[in-house]
């Protein structure tokens, strides 16, 4: 199994800075890509950034030129810094992983982790 831990989110004006981290434990080897994703109450769980294991990222439109998303891989770790956050960006920020297409690696992860709550003030 593979663990996926959030944190790094909070409280902050329109216009301020957070980076979240999340720290992926288990059989990290059959990681490939990783993404931040985000849900709002009474919103659909969205993309934010994704990034896979070479570095090459995508964003959502709403946060491009204001977010970022990086990986460490010899430290198991994702990133999403966040700048210019907007009111917008409220909301609970979750990140996941892709299995990797290996006999040695599951189909999937399972189930998503708590997240952490990102919220922005006008």
């Known amino acids: 199994q593979v663990q996926l831990v959030e944190s790094g989110g909070g409280l902050v004006q329109a216009g301020g800075s957070l980076r979240l981290s999340c720290v992926a434990s288990g059989d990290t080897n059959c990681i490939s890509s990783m993404g931040w994703y985000r849900q709002a109450p009474g919103k659909e769980r969205e993309l934010v950034a994704a990034i896979t294991t070479g570095g090459s990222t995508n964003y959502a439109d709403s946060v491009k030129g204001r977010f970022t998303v990086s990986r460490d891989n010899a430290k198991n770790t994702l990133h999403l810094q966040m700048n210019n956050l907007k009111p917008e960006d409220t909301s609970v920020y979750y990140c996941?992983?892709?299995?990797?297409?290996?006999?040695?690696?599951?189909?999937?992860?399972?189930?998503w982790g708590q997240g952490t709550q990102v919220t922005v003030s006008s």
């Open positions: 996941n992983a892709e299995s990797r297409r290996w006999p040695t690696c599951p189909h999937d992860f399972g189930s």
